[in-house]
């Protein structure tokens, strides 16, 4: 009983403490966060819904293409034979479940003038090289597609270096250039879309777009999605945005070609992040970054999506923060690696304080004030645990606020997809578990800090089977080991080296372990 007296005090005391001027400021901070969200949401649905609208208006007005282009007369020969040409460029690592679907989507589009599509790999040996080839012989005839072999990167992430190379080997009438990422799904008309903007306005210097994710059911999965949920409202603003996804970008060819703005030397010369180095590029020399409201693109997670690889692709996120170019990106990446761990944490807290007033609320309630004497006055302690509940509901209608607007967001976003791409499987909104995406909302805020701090002493990141290290904000060493690195891709769950036998789900505490190795032992991976 003493024991139980001592826990019960203790609840109680904590529970005071967290009545504390500076407590109850972290707990109106928590809902303040919580209806800042549910605003930004609240905005971005309104600019998709406003695109849904326009696209239903102009069929019932005749346009039976409106998903495609804004005047049907835009589809006249006479305007699709002066359209320009674009060169898509691919970069492929590895094959999994959805990426058949996803490259069919990407090569099947509706854009009326001259296109190719490249497919760049780092070797034959990659499973996307046969695969991908395979497809190209399918629609042999009907698309311009060839694959590009780009060789093993030496000063810059793979994925940069196959761009690059993909930019190198494009048509060269090209007027735009299209990057791509192999796991979303595009839309019919999204290349004209994007073309049609860039015509419009040559001080665009990038078209960008973002993903919807469509989470698998598994706690990794819903971590994405929510991982990814705020930045959207960045993304949905109907035009100028600084915020950049290196899964879609569009860009004058000439730009590399001329290396204007020095996009090739500062992408090639240690460049980790393709998004992030052009977006401080576009930042340094104030060039315009635009996100039209149609481009957003459904996202397939992989179904056997494990925690461990959940934690390595947030270890990817956040080491994005310690690649730079210059002294100001430096300074902005820091200024975001604090803002963002204070308001994880600041996010997560009240959560843990509000458990503490609801737990502390039934026992008084249960108890009634028996154990007054041993802390304060029986009043003094009712107030305090009647404060502590008032904070706790608060929180609770904030929160459930928020849910209602990121919801409300999505399903948005999955009809204006269901619109873009008519002919495709309808999206739907009845998979997604919403006490999981709670659930994932805590767990992703939690572990962001934890992830940003091992990035920054780590400063090391095995990518798709490919370790790079980084010095000076830059790649200073890349090391591949296909026996120590993993076997699949973090999201797509693609495999990496070809199919081998299932292996053990690893678990979390594994991976921190292995990544704990790896920042003890520096001398292996120092110059």
Not at 415 to 434: F, G, H, T
């Amino acid at each position: 009983m003493s024991a139980l007296h001592s826990a019960d005090s203790f609840l109680l005391s904590l529970s005071r403490a967290f009545c504390s001027p500076l407590a109850v400021f972290i707990q109106i901070q928590g809902c303040v966060i919580c209806l800042t969200l549910a605003i930004g949401w609240a905005f971005a649905a309104y600019v998709r819904k406003r695109e849904i609208n326009r696209i239903e208006d102009g069929i019932k007005g005749g346009n039976s293409f409106a998903f495609l282009c804004h005047d049907i007369n835009e589809l006249e020969h006479s305007n699709q034979v002066n359209l320009p040409r674009v060169s898509v460029v691919m970069p492929l690592k590895g094959f999994g479940e959805h990426n058949l679907h996803n490259w069919k989507s990407q090569i099947t589009s509706l854009y009326g003038g001259p296109i190719e599509f490249l497919f760049v790999v780092e070797s034959t040996e990659d499973p996307a090289y046969h695969a991908v080839s395979q497809l190209i012989t399918e629609f042999k005839g009907d698309v311009d597609a060839r694959v590009i072999v780009a060789g093993l990167s030496t000063t810059c992430s793979q994925k940069i270096h196959n761009q690059l190379v993909g930019v190198e080997n494009m048509h060269k009438d090209s007027k735009y250039v299209l990057f791509l990422d192999d796991d979303v799904r595009f839309h019919p008309g999204s290349i004209g879309v994007l073309t049609t903007e860039m015509e419009k306005n040559p001080e665009i210097f990038i078209q960008t777009g973002y993903p919807l994710d469509l989470p698998s059911g598994t706690l990794g999965s819903y971590c994405i999605y929510e991982y990814h949920m705020p930045c959207s409202m960045g993304f949905a603003t109907g035009g100028k945005t600084f915020f950049l996804w290196g899964g879609c970008m569009m860009m004058h060819a000439d730009d590399f070609r001329h290396d204007n703005y020095g996009v090739v030397s500062g992408l090639r010369d240690g460049g980790y992040s393709d998004d992030m180095t052009l977006a401080a590029i576009a930042g340094a020399h104030k060039r315009l970054i635009t996100s039209p409201p149609v481009a957003v693109f459904p996202h397939p997670i992989a179904s056997d999506l494990t925690f461990s690889r959940y934690w390595n692709y947030l270890r990817k996120q956040t080491f994005v923060l310690e690649s730079y170019i210059s002294t100001v990106n430096w300074l902005m990446n820091r200024a975001l690696f604090l803002t963002h761990f204070y308001l994880s944490w600041g996010f997560v807290a009240p959560y843990f304080m509000a458990m503490v007033h609801v737990a502390a609320a039934l026992q008084i309630y249960i108890k009634g004030y028996s154990y007054g004497e041993t802390t304060c006055t029986s009043g003094g302690e009712h107030t305090l645990s009647f404060l502590g509940l008032l904070l706790a509901i608060w929180l609770a209608i904030c929160t459930f606020t928020e849910l209602l607007s990121m919801w409300n967001l999505t399903r948005i976003e999955v009809q204006l997809c269901n619109i873009l791409s008519p002919e495709a499987p309808k999206l739907s909104l009845d998979y997604y578990n919403w006490s999981m995406i709670f659930v994932a909302m805590l767990v992703d805020n939690f572990l962001y800090p934890i992830s940003a701090f091992w990035s920054h002493f780590s400063q090391t990141i095995n990518w798709s089977g490919i370790r790079y290290n980084l010095k000076n904000g830059k790649i200073h060493k890349i090391e591949r080991n296909k026996d120590k690195g993993p076997e699949f891709t973090d999201l797509g769950g693609k495999h990496l080296y070809g199919k081998k036998a299932a292996t053990p789900k690893a678990s979390l505490l594994g991976s921190l372990g292995r990544s704990l190795a790896h920042w003890h032992q520096p001398k292996k991976y120092d110059v």
